[in-house]
């Protein structure tokens, strides 16, 4: 089993940046491609960010594309999703995934992914 633990969020400006964070333990997260969904009040869950095992490869979510970057700690078992030019619309709970690829975490539905508890990111106008 894989255990994962958000941090990170938080109340920011409209045009303000956050860093979130997420550490995989239990089975190492080293061997998994990690990223991000995320869920507004009332909207359906929405794939944000991921990467490969190794960092070689990203895949972003049309919201995130030119404002959001993904990288993977030194030990490879962290995931941070750097935001910048942060929106109102960003407003949701960010989960960290991990699964076998990032063909996976963007499906958001593959049996092999598991799931952070989520962290809140509230963007203000």
């Known amino acids: 089993q894989v255990q994962l633990v958000e941090s990170g969020g938080g109340l920011v400006q409209a045009g303000g940046s956050l860093r979130l964070s997420c550490v995989a333990s239990?089975?190492?997260?080293?061997?998994?491609?990690m990223g991000w969904h995320r869920q507004a009040p009332g909207k359906e869950r929405e794939f944000v960010a991921a990467i490969s095992r190794l960092g070689g490869a990203e895949r972003f979510g049309d919201s995130a594309k030119g404002r959001f970057t993904i990288s993977r700690g030194s030990g490879k078992n962290t995931v941070y999703l750097q935001m910048n030019s942060l929106r109102p619309d960003d407003t949701a709970v960010y989960f960290c995934?991990?699964?076998?690829?990032?063909?996976?975490?963007?499906?958001?539905?593959?049996?092999?992914?598991?799931w952070g508890q989520g962290t809140q990111v509230t963007v203000s106008s």
């Open positions: 239990g089975r190492t997260g080293a061997t998994y491609a």
């Open positions: 995934v991990v699964g076998p690829s990032t063909a996976a975490i963007f499906s958001g539905v593959d049996e092999n992914t598991r």
